[in-house]
């Protein structure tokens, strides 16, 4: 996630977020799985993802305390 979507991203409410989040966990989820079956031309999309998830959960938490 670049610094300008997480910009954008600070603005969302919580249902867009979560909707965000969720988003988010799904494709993590698809290329994890993915990369098991066959190698990723970049792996580090994974890290990319994984990381991407706490910004959200982060973002949530202190934003709404929300522990999701």
Not at 8 to 22: H, P, Q, V
Not at 40 to 45: I, T
Request: proline share 1%.
């Amino acid at each position: 996630m670049k610094i300008k979507q997480f910009r954008e991203i600070k603005n969302f409410s919580k249902e867009e977020l979560l909707a965000k989040l969720e988003e988010v966990q799904k494709k993590f989820f698809e290329l994890k799985f993915r990369h098991k079956v066959t190698k990723l031309k970049n792996p580090l999309e994974i890290r990319e993802l994984r990381r991407d998830i706490a910004r959200l959960k982060t973002l949530l938490s202190v934003k709404f305390n929300v522990n999701k």
